[in-house]
Nanobody
Framework: QVQLVESGGGLVQAGGSLRLSCAAS????????MGWFRQAPGKEREFVAG???????GYADSVKSRFTISRDNAKNAVNLQMNSLKPEDTAVYYC?????????????????WGQGTRVTVSS
């Protein structure tokens, strides 16, 4: 069982930066692949970034070169550094854990979810 708690959301102007963090419980955090997803008002939840146990990463095209996902297995944490934010990045951001070595882009591949943290980017 893994519990995930996100933090770091807030209101930021376009062009600004935010750093989201996800704290995970459990002693086997390093064996989980992790992902960040987001859900904008009236839209479906979508993949943002993922990181495998080995540290390999992947990003949605819409955030590539602006967002960076990282993990700290010693601290049971995964982070999402978001730079050059745009109004279209406004959403609730969710951290997710997958019982497997490699991240996936599909929502139904993840076993555990956090409650989400809201990010609002003003123009």
């Amino acid at each position: 069982q893994v519990q995930l708690v996100e933090s770091g959301g807030g209101l930021v102007q376009a062009g600004g930066s935010l750093r989201l963090s996800c704290a995970a419980s459990g002693r086997t955090f390093s064996s989980y692949a992790m992902g960040w997803f987001r859900q904008a008002p009236g839209k479906e939840r979508e993949f943002v970034a993922g990181i495998s146990w080995s540290g390999s990463t992947g990003y949605a095209d819409s955030v590539k070169s602006r967002f960076t996902i990282s993990r700290d297995n010693a601290k049971n944490a995964v982070n999402l550094q978001m730079n050059s934010l745009k109004p279209e990045d406004t959403a609730v951001y969710y951290c997710a854990a997958r019982s497997g070595s490699y991240y996936r882009r599909q929502i139904n591949e993840y076993d555990y979810w956090g409650q989400g943290t809201r990010v609002t980017v003003s123009s």
